[in-house]
């Protein structure tokens, strides 16, 4: 029943994808679906529920013949939606399809769905908590292995198991906290069981914080893990893009800044899905359009989740052997340099305004330069997610071609590669592979399953906020406030699975949702 107590109209849709394909499925779901199997497969009775029946598919006035199909019979309560449904399996030709949607739309009370109508049916008659239809959307949108191990945890319940499970503590010990109000003076109702009450209510906090402090993980698995590639012009940063992507996505020239904007490639690294940025070079210039692309270079390094620094192979170690041979120091300067990094030589020792650095590509990075295009360096110590390309080993010469490279320093992976030869790429890929699983949570079936949206955040944040005044009115000797304030922590998480929901709620989550889901 809706909220004028009429029975929901029966909906229906093409479930399979659009175009010509093999067979196209079509649901119908509400009361009226078992009038329309019997009308349109031409038969007296209902078939037997969840048995495929071969019939000639008509149209229930004119009884012209559409298409031969396959119709499965789901009654209610034991279906997708849990009500009603039916299933028409016929071929997947435009025609057969427009027939249909006539045919359906000609019996009464019937009409298309609309964008994650017959998931918004399931939720609401209960088959599906709202992480599991988030879990479905997320499923259908994976794109990746490991997007859809995660997806298909969440649709299963993995989430909801966990959220459910803290609700009901809290609700125990609200029971107990209410108990104690109400019967306090008793001697059945000791202080003792207020004591435990309030302790499991801290343990559920710390583990609620605890699911808090994943790093992000899942929500980087779901929306893709963003590397920056950056460095000074002409390096090869868009030939590393378009090896990476195995297409020409850059424009690839010998002039340096040739790169201005942000060029944005989705790829899929061992199952995860990455979005690339190809940046504008590094360096302090005049012309105001490649400045502004210098600026959003370095914007895009901060928000990224691993920073990739392409360098010109020979022109680091022409530089790195005249500063003999200290590799450790020499690589943070040389980052310091382009802005990367903190250097923590940079300020000590060196003078803005006299820095001078000779690149490959001739241009003289002054002490401006460095200051320039430093405000968005990361500090120092965190280079676990920067990898350090060494670019061009195919121009090296002499000694300089079997060197014997660190393969990490201060945390930092250095990898050497060709673009133009594919030299090194293989394991610079495996580098960068590793950096990603591990930000996506490696082993993502061990353990508690993942947060995956910034909706779960919020709400999980909302009841820590809620349990930590629960504490502090405990503390004080207010029982009434402190059970307000569990009471709160259970509508967030009622908000949570959908426990409570509201049209607004439903609306975000339901608005991702194709026709037809
Ligand atoms: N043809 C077809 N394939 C499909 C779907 C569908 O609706 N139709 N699905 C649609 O998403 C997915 C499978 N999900 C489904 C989930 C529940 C039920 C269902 O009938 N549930 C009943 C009975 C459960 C049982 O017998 O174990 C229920 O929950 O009561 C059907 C499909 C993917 N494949
Ligand atoms: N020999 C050699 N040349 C390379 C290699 N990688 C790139 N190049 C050349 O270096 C030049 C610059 O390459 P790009 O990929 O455009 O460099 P970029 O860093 O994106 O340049 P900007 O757009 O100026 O920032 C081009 O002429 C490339 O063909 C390499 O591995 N070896």
Redo the contacts with the bound molecule.
Sequence with gaps: MNSVGMPPDTIFSLSSGHGKCGVAVIRVSGASAGNALMKMGNLRQLPTPRVAVLRKVIHPDSAEHIDNGLIIWFPAPNSFTGEDCVEFHVHGGPAILVSMVTALSAIPGVRQAEAGEFTKRAFMNGKLDLTEVEGLGDLIHAETEAQRKQALRQMDGALSQLYTSWRQRIIKVIADVEAHIDFGEDELIEDHILESAASRAEEIQKEIQIHLQDNRQGERLRNGVHVAIL?E???????LLNSICQRPAAI???I????RDIVESAVNIGGFPVLLS?T??LRDTVDIVEKEGVRRALNRARLSDVKVV?VDVQSFLRHWKTSANNIDSDVKQHLGYIGIIEDPTESSNVNENDVSMETDSGINMTGHTNTAISREKIPSEDLQNVILVL??S??LEGRDVNMDLPHSCKGMDVCMV???TGQGMEAFVQVLAEKIKILCGGNLLAGNPSLTQARHRLLLNNCVHHLTRFSQYYRFGDEVLAAESLRKTIREMGKLTGKISTEDILDVIFKDFCIGK
């Design positions: 460095g012009p002409n390096v090869g940063k868009s030939s690839v020239s010998h340096p800044g040739t790169t190809d504008a070079g392409v670019n061009k195919d121009l060709s673009c133009k």
